[in-house]
């Protein structure tokens, strides 16, 4: 599960278009797309469920071998 932060006033429409944006995501089946099982608002925060998945974060990857090439 995770929880989107309401920065500022506007976080509401904020927060739907991140709920909108999840739920389409739950509609696509890819073995490269993260499933996403679910998405609604939780104690007024937006929040998405989706497959936990294992290994290196895109950070680490990143500073251990640097930029990805454009292929």
């Known amino acids: 599960l995770k929880l989107h932060r309401n920065p500022d006033e506007g976080a ?3 927060a739907l278009r991140w709920i909108d944006e999840a739920r ?3 509609r696509v089946s890819h073995p490269n797309v993260l499933t996403v099982h679910g998405a609604s608002l939780h104690g007024g925060r937006a929040g998405i469920w989706t497959e936990l998945v294992h290994g290196r974060t895109l950070e680490a990857e990143l500073l251990e071998h640097g ?5």
């Open 12 to 14: 509401g429409s904020l």
């Open 24 to 26: 389409g995501l739950a």
């Open 67 to 71: 930029p990805l090439p454009p292929t």
